[in-house]
């Protein structure tokens, strides 16, 4: 079974983990310059460094199709650019996931491939997916949806270590990000973490710096640019969140509920 997920930051990289470790076929398309914030636990990572390892699983950054059936033929997931969406009618899946977790549906259809599975708000199972699995931390997350909709967004980042969007770090300002700490590091509140163009971008709290924007790229004003764990163990920097893994068994579920069942 090939699947093909789209996007490749922290959420779709979870998901891609707990399937390859199920021995399926991955393929996941990217945009050329990701946005990832968690990069040291994303495979669009590769994108930037051409290969990057989460966990135990390297991924590399494929150049054309044929480099992307190699990786397949090695057993490895695959990871190629892909900005217009074609990578869906040129391998034709047999099931695709949307992990781009927009809080909206971009582009994707129902009958993109057999098995359609969205991540989180902005998709009705049923209408534009076959299945949709919850994204919002709580007491359904992970949860597959087989009639209606996930949670809508509420705009306000999940509770992590007591702290829900006082965690979360935003650029000062449009222009070129330019980081001055990297992800792992400690910082205390009021810490310049990056600037943009000279602006600083302060920390908000306490904790272990576990994402941050990469060096040079282009930000406008608002953008999501670092997250702060005031857990701080340096660990979970590094490993899959349990956020990902549980969306992970989710979309899992849903590729098993179609292969026992049939149609939902």
Same mark, same amino acid.
């Given at each position: 079974?090939?699947?093909? =997920?789209?996007?490749?930051g922290d959420?779709?990289?979870g998901?891609?983990?707990?399937l390859?470790?199920?021995? /399926?076929?991955?393929?996941?398309?990217?945009l050329?310059a990701?946005?990832?914030?968690?990069?040291?636990?994303?495979?669009s990572?590769?994108?930037?460094?051409?290969?990057t390892?989460?966990e135990d699983?390297?991924?590399?950054r494929?150049e054309?199709d044929?480099?992307v059936r190699?990786?397949?033929?090695?057993?490895?997931p695959a990871?190629i650019?892909?900005?217009?969406?074609?990578?869906?009618c040129?391998?034709?899946?047999?099931?695709?996931?949307?992990?781009?977790? +927009?809080?909206r549906n =971009?582009?994707?259809?129902?009958?993109?491939?057999?098995?359609?599975? +969205?991540?989180g708000p902005? /998709?009705?199972?049923?209408?534009d997916?076959?299945?949709?699995v919850?994204?919002?931390?709580?007491?359904?997350?992970?949860?597959? !949806?087989?009639e %209606?909709s996930?949670?809508? #967004?509420t705009g306000i980042?999940? #509770?992590?270590?007591g702290?829900?969007?006082?965690?979360?770090?935003?650029?000062?300002?449009?222009?070129?990000?330019?980081?001055?700490?990297k992800?792992g590091?400690?910082?205390?509140?009021g810490?310049?973490? +990056?600037d943009?163009?000279?602006?600083?971008?302060?920390?908000?709290?306490g904790?272990c710096?576990? %994402?941050?924007?990469?060096?040079? !790229?282009s930000?406008p004003?608002?953008m999501?640019?670092g997250d702060i764990?005031?857990?701080?163990d340096? $660990?979970?920097?590094?490993?899959v $969140?349990?956020?990902?893994? $549980?969306?992970? %068994? %989710?979309?899992?579920?849903?590729?098993?509920?179609?292969?026992? /069942?049939g #149609?939902p």
């Amino acid at each position: 079974m090939l699947i093909l =997920i789209r996007g490749a930051g922290d959420l779709a990289t979870g998901v891609a983990l707990r399937l390859h470790r199920c021995g /399926f076929s991955i393929i996941m398309t990217e945009l050329p310059a990701p946005t990832a914030v968690r990069r040291t636990v994303a495979f669009s990572e590769a994108m930037y460094t051409g290969c990057t390892t989460v966990e135990d699983v390297t991924v590399c950054r494929a150049e054309d199709d044929l480099a992307v059936r190699a990786a397949l033929q090695k057993g490895v997931p695959a990871l190629i650019a892909d900005p217009d969406g074609t990578a869906i009618c040129r391998f034709r899946p047999d099931v695709v996931v949307d992990a781009r977790i +927009a809080k909206r549906n =971009i582009d994707t259809r129902i009958d993109d491939a057999p098995l359609v599975i +969205a991540l989180g708000p902005g /998709f009705t199972a049923g209408v534009d997916c076959h299945a949709v699995v919850e994204t919002m931390r709580g007491h359904t997350l992970g949860r597959c !949806i087989y009639e %209606g909709s996930a949670l809508p #967004n509420t705009g306000i980042p999940g #509770n992590v270590g007591g702290f829900t969007k006082e965690r979360v770090l935003y650029t000062p300002a449009e222009g070129i990000f330019h980081p001055h700490r990297k992800i792992g590091d400690t910082v205390a509140a009021g810490d310049t973490v +990056a600037d943009v163009d000279g602006v600083p971008l302060p920390a908000t709290i306490g904790g272990c710096l576990r %994402g941050l924007l990469p060096e040079g !790229i282009s930000v406008p004003k608002g953008m999501k640019a670092g997250d702060i764990d005031a857990r701080c163990d340096v $660990s979970h920097c590094f490993t899959v $969140s349990d956020k990902a893994l $549980s969306i992970g %068994g %989710g979309v899992l579920e849903a590729i098993l509920h179609r292969r026992a /069942f049939g #149609n939902p």
